[in-house]
């Protein structure tokens, strides 16, 4: 069975693949056929990023300070001609994020979310490698005090548990081993005096334990490269660990649902076959049946990061993203700042009513923004050239656009009883004029931004 | 987790009309399901304190009389002629002089030991067995949620369990009972175009039907929708309940003090609440918790102490009760890095003035360390929520817990 490759795919696959698309975009997706769209997302180093670079660094973010951090990340998601370079990168950052509160140096974060970026569709092998060996990796799990003789055991936990194997698939034993291996693994110029951003790596032989460890089962004088090694060719009597572990947690960031097992072993075989090529697995993902199912369709809770780049960019607004960094904490994610090493948890654990509030507060701000700097957006051009002229037909333009036109009709006429309705509470009939639009089409926008519909990608 | 589209979008049976837009909810007191259980005790509140990250028990609780403590805690050991004794063998960090102030008016009860067998030290699966109080981890609710499912399931105040957290403890994931779940009340209202003020309640009754549609979410017991209804109904209430409150305790500037006051403000205003979650971050100490613990230990005792005052001030400390739990204690020894690796079972404090006042277990047995070099386990923490399940709330502890932990009569099952 091939998929049905409509225009509605191709805004889904925009949705999970990126962060959302204009009507613009998602017509030109779709017309370059489902293998030519999922093949120009994936092989996204074809596309050229040099005059979004450029635009990106004249914004001036300060990248010093964590606030200047978020809205340059959200920057990104929101206008990189890459979305799924950014979606990648997003994806590790939720996977092994470190949090700033405790690494403290803002260049050592910045610098992990570019090593993301630039491995993020690599050799698993090597991104394992990177971000142990990354300086705030190292502070945030404590590597950097990990010794010989009296190991700590934070990093090397967490690398089996929550980064490439899962639990169950490895001992406490395993557990000291592997931080035994580590040590040695740590930082210099790791200081005050430079305020914490110019620690480099650097392997130290003198805290080093060169004594044998066994892990996995295999015995040697190991150390950490060997170790990850060790981890990443895991096999057991169902193959590849680490093969299960991405597979199963990328379908579901990409395809909103639990992977059932055939599906598993699938994308294991794929990271296998492929010498663990991340890129390998995703374009899998993205060309499955599977993935267009009815099924999997609006099923992903957006995260707060999610919620506020969506909305920008399929309104077409123009943001500075201050609004949307100082919403982070109010909507539960205060990007690289995770409170523990797990980071966030996903799905309706991102909707709480206090959350929700905090997004419909943003959106709030959003819409209803007149002037020309923060977030704003034009709603005169989000009309322009459609038929506008009742309650109904704006409905569904902007239902169109923001990708919640599949909702119940009880829902869409709640909509269209939004727009009619007079202040008074009595129901009048909304004609297109200028001070209608700026009233109800921006009152209208944040309470589609609000609906369930939007919550989910 | 899974949802499907059929569950979130095609169900929407519950779609809410313009004109039925009144609170579903009116405040009151006990429930007709209340009613029907009669041990229940619906006037008290039970405030839980979540400490995220593993408290280290034996540098909270010291066995200062055991020679071994100074040995395995070389680095980071608490000088034992420093403690705040509680009895001839254990003695609380020098720094907990708010809850010792209240273990000397015989409010607290601590409860040594706690913890599970066989715990893989995961933080994350630790957690999730706390929450559930299952370490089989087939639960899919919380214990309390449970709970609340059995006592709270029909009724229609929307208060009756609040976390304040910024999401939702699983510990009261319920299956028909949802929690308001917020940091603060500042911005806890839905929002409108402060040029078109006259648009507000359409914008806010457009917000409702949206959300009155049934959104299920395939192996999850909340709804998208549920949510947008119970934020609407939350606010309306919660919105007043800091006017003109004074607070009768000094509360520490802290997120632990600020989220004890806002507790404070909800009992005093009568709004049913059963259940108020708190939580505190910051106990993962692998590293240089020589520094940090001791702060992490002062802002839980003095925003304990705090919120007691506060209560006491305002003749509301008789029906609440204060219970702690962290997903594990630490390794005995310390590490390396003057910290401590995850661990097994730790102390934890119970406060309010139906404790049976003392120290209920015996002091961690550091001469018989587990093969991890862990603690062993005294009180399994099923007996732990157990006894306040029974003997606080009034409910049948076994139904929530499986049958077979023994009550560990740190309260007083005659207080009234």
């Known amino acids: ?457 | 987790m899974p949802f499907t589209r059929r569950d979130f979008l095609i169900r929407s049976s519950g779609f809410v009309t313009v004109s039925a837009m009144v609170p579903r909810w009116a405040v009151k007191g006990a429930t007709r399901f209340e009613e029907s259980v009669a041990a229940d005790y619906p006037n008290r509140t039970l405030v839980v304190l979540e400490l995220m990250g593993g408290n280290d028990g034996l540098n909270t609780v010291v066995p200062f009389t055991d020679p071994l403590y100074g040995t395995l805690r070389s680095r980071i050991g608490i000088p034992t002629g420093s403690v705040l004794q509680l009895d001839s063998r254990q003695g609380m960090n020098p720094v907990m002089t708010g809850l010792k102030a209240l273990w000397d008016a015989k409010r607290v009860a601590v409860v040594t030991n706690v913890g599970y067998p066989n715990s893989s030290l995961s933080h994350f699966q630790s957690r999730d067995i706390w929450h559930t109080a299952d370490p089989t981890l087939a639960q899919r609710f919380g214990w309390l949620g449970r709970w609340a499912d059995s006592v709270l399931a029909g009724s229609d105040n929307p208060l009756s369990c609040t976390a304040i957290s910024q999401s939702l403890p699983k510990t009261l994931l319920a299956e028909h009972v949802r929690v308001p779940t917020f940091l603060s009340l500042a911005s806890y209202q839905f929002q409108t175009d402060g040029s078109f003020p006259g648009d507000h309640t359409n914008q806010v009754n457009a917000f409702l039907a949206q959300n009155g549609a049934e959104y299920e979410i395939e192996n999850t017991p909340s709804t998208l929708s549920g949510v947008g209804q119970d934020a609407i109904s939350s606010s309306n209430i919660l919105q007043t309940v800091g006017t003109g409150y004074v607070a009768m305790g000094a509360y520490p500037d802290n997120s632990l003090g600020a989220g004890l006051e806002l507790i404070a403000q909800i009992i005093n205003a009568n709004l049913g609440a059963r259940i108020l979650y708190v939580t505190y971050g910051g106990f993962d100490n692998h590293a240089g918790e020589d520094v940090s613990h001791d702060p992490l230990l002062t802002d839980v005792s003095d925003s304990i102490k705090a919120f007691f005052d506060d209560l006491d001030g305002h003749g509301k400390s008789h029906d609440v009760l204060l219970m702690t739990w962290s997903e594990f204690g630490r390794r005995a020894q310390d590490n390396g890095s003057n910290g401590t690796d995850h661990g097994t079972s730790a102390p934890h404090f119970v406060v309010g003035d139906a404790v049976v006042s003392g120290v209920h277990g015996d002091p961690p047995d550091l001469a018989h360390l587990d093969s991890n070099g862990n603690l062993s386990i005294q009180n399994d923490f099923r007996s732990y929520y157990g006894t306040v399940l029974s003997d606080w709330l009034g409910a049948d502890s076994s139904a929530i817990l499986g049958p077979g932990w023994p009550n560990l009569g740190f309260l007083n099952k005659s207080y009234a």
């Not at chain 1, 979004?52 to 920057?75: H, V």
């Not at chain 1, 994610?333 to 090493?341: E, G, I, M, R, Y």
């Not at chain 1, 569904?396 to 919640?404: G, M, T």
């Open chain 1, 1 to 457: 069975m091939s998929v049905n490759w409509t225009r509605d795919a191709a805004a889904h696959l925009l949705r999970r693949a990126g962060f959302g698309g204009t009507p613009a975009e998602i017509d030109a997706l779709f017309a370059r056929g489902q293998e030519g769209a999922v093949s120009y997302l994936v092989d996204y180093d074809a596309i050229d990023t040099s005059s979004y670079e450029s635009a990106l660094a004249a914004r001036n973010y300060n990248l010093l300070k964590t606030i200047g951090l978020q809205q340059w990340f959200m920057d990104r998601m929101a206008f990189s001609p890459r979305p799924l370079e950014e979606k990648m990168t997003y994806f590790w950052n939720l996977h092994w994020t470190s949090g700033i509160s405790k690494v403290k140096g803002a260049t050592l974060i910045l610098n992990q979310n570019k090593t993301e970026r630039t491995l993020a569709m690599g050799k698993f092998d090597d991104l394992v490698l990177a971000i142990s060996q990354d300086p705030a990796m190292l502070v945030w799990l404590d590597n950097d005090t990990n010794k010989a003789s009296k190991p700590n055991e934070n990093y090397a936990r967490e690398l089996m548990e929550l980064f490439t194997l899962g639990i169950g698939n490895y001992t406490q034993t395993d557990v000291t081993e592997v931080a035994r291996a580590l040590t040695g693994w740590t930082v210099q110029n790791y200081n005050k005096a430079t305020n914490y951003n110019q620690a480099t790596f650097v392997n130290n032989p003198n805290t080093h334990d060169n004594g044998s460890k066994t892990i996995l089962g295999q015995t040697g004088n190991f150390d950490g490269t060997d170790a990850i090694g060790i981890i990443l060719n895991h096999a057991d009597s169902a193959g590849s660990v680490s093969g299960r572990f991405l597979g199963a947690k990328l379908w579901l960031y990409f395809a909103g649902t639990e992977a059932a097992d055939y599906l598993v072993d699938e994308l294991q075989g794929v990271y296998v076959s492929s010498g663990r090529m991340i890129r390998e697995v995703v374009r899998t993902i993205l060309l499955h049946d599977d993935f267009y199912a009815d099924h999997t369709l609006k099923t992903w809770v957006r995260s707060p990061a999610e919620y506020a780049v969506a909305s920008v960019r399929m309104l077409e607004a123009d943001s500075d993203f201050s609004s949307a960094a100082n919403s982070l904490a109010g909507m539960g994610q205060v990007l690289f700042n995770p409170s523990d090493a797990k980071g966030w948890d996903w799905g309706i654990a991102w909707m709480n009513t206090g959350a929700l509030f905090a997004r419909a507060t943003l959106s709030n701000t959003l819409a209803t923004n007149r002037g020309t700097s923060g977030t704003h957006f034009d709603t005169t051009a989000l009309l322009a050239g459609a038929d506008a002229s009742t309650a109904e037909k704006v409905v569904d333009l902007l239902a169109s656009r923001l990708n919640v036109d599949d909702v119940s009709s009880e829902v869409r006429s709640s909509w269209v009883d939004y727009m009619n309705r007079n202040d008074d509470g009595s129901l009048g009939t909304w004609t297109n004029t200028s001070a209608n639009v700026d009233k109800k089409v921006r009152g209208l926008v944040h309470v589609m931004l609000t609906s369930p519909a939007f919550h989910l990608a």
